[in-house]
């Protein structure tokens, strides 16, 4: 019997948009983003808390989380994305702003905790570490996601001379975010206009290199605002009793710590308790199976 896994390509629904926005400052990343629907905004900065941004998030049936209730600690926001992901709620779209805010925050602590420890990078471990604990939440979340990032220069070196000099911009956060997107666009500001240049894009609407109004209109049109302002379906994760029994099952039998990691990965998981019941429900037969022999 052959070992092959791949099925046949099938038509999917393109579901909720992940993607990230990047500028200068006042170009309008934030204003972009409570112009989608029902947004839940994280504000990393405490910009949002201006008057006329939480007018537009009432008039848009949108929720705030400021720096004040844990908005600038990864903890906090991952605690908010599994009550997002698992709860039943009215809110279509997270909106974390800026990621670039949340991830040098976590930076800086761990370069002050660490002192003169702080060599090789170590400080920034922490900080990536979340990042990937945030990315498997927000891959299991069924809402929008948009990221707020501010820019910084992108460095190259000049094959002809060999030195290194500026050679265009970029997000200012984890590298390996924009891979792990469908979306990034640069905001720009082009005299009395904004727009967004398509800079990576998994998408057919979103040809690179392409821009278009700074619009919501826009960007619903070309992505499909059936999927963006559809309902929201919660997660429901295993109980106590699975993760018991996943638990007791170890005990019984040898399992590689490799085969471990790979079934926690392929369902976005760090932990046991982090399973849904579906999903729990498959590891327990799998490990049935090895006890059995």
Known sequence: MSKLKAKDPALTSPGKIKL?????AGIGKTWFSMDFPAPYYIDCEGGARLAHYQDKLKKVHGGYLGVDAGANDFATVIEQIQALAT????????VIGSITKLYQA????????????????ASKKPAIHNMRRLINWIQKLDMNVLFEAHESTEWGINPKTGNREEVGN????????????DLTLRLEKRGTSRVAVVRKSRLLGFPEGESFPLEYAEFGKRYGKDFIEGAVAQIILAVPAQVAEIKRLLE?????????????????????????????NSTITWLKKKVEG
């Open 252 to 280: 019984l039998v040898k399992v590689d710590e490799k085969d471990v990691t790979k079934v926690l990965s392929k369902a976005n998981a760090e932990d046991w308790n982090e399973l849904t019941i579906d999903q729990a």
């Open 106 to 121: 976590a930076i800086a602590h761990e370069a002050e905790r660490l002192g003169d420890k702080d060599a090789f990078g």
């Open 87 to 94: 709860e039943t709620h009215l809110y279509k779209t997270l």
């Open 20 to 24: 990230m926005v990047f500028s200068k």
């Open 170 to 181: 970029q997000p200012d956060t984890w590298d390996k975010l924009i891979y792990e997107l």
